[in-house]
């Protein structure tokens, strides 16, 4: 093992071969349930009660006061790395064992703030439409209360994975 893999798997990064050799859906999925590790940005954001479904996720999280910018709320960053996430999983969840997906841009509307006081809120991603080489998808977020608190689209760049081994960096 080189030392690259080697640090991929200490920061829980699943390695591209395990990805390739897995549907979209079956790869989400065992993120969600553990037989994965969790990519290390959900540390940042700290979904729970994730499901997937073919081109549909649902992440539930709780801003805190760790999320805060300097003017004293949860930072648009906490909701883009939500919304984003949950969109490129939507997309991944479509794709077959071989294919991958990079996000090629989004687009983010903020509608309500976020503070520590808001309590749980959900993110759903779901799929416009997913071609051989592009990917739209939509998500958005809302309170405990089905308030709208921001939404987003994406346009992802679908590809295939590449095979075999690396050389060492």
Known sequence: MDARTENQIDYGVTPVETMASMAGLDFVRAIFDGRLPQPPIM???EPFDCTAEPGLIVMHSLPALRHYNPIGSVHGGYAATLLDSAMGLAVQSMLQPGQGYTTLEFKIS?????SADTGMI???GRIFNVGRRA??????ITD???R???HATTTCLVFDLPTGTRPAV
């Open 43 to 45: 540390q940042t954001i």
């Open 122 to 124: 959900r993110t759903e």
């Open 144 to 146: 405990s209360n089905g």
């Open 110 to 114: 903020f509608v309500r703030g976020m």
């Open 148 to 150: 709208l608190l921001s």
């Open 135 to 140: 990917a739209t998808a939509e998500a958005k």
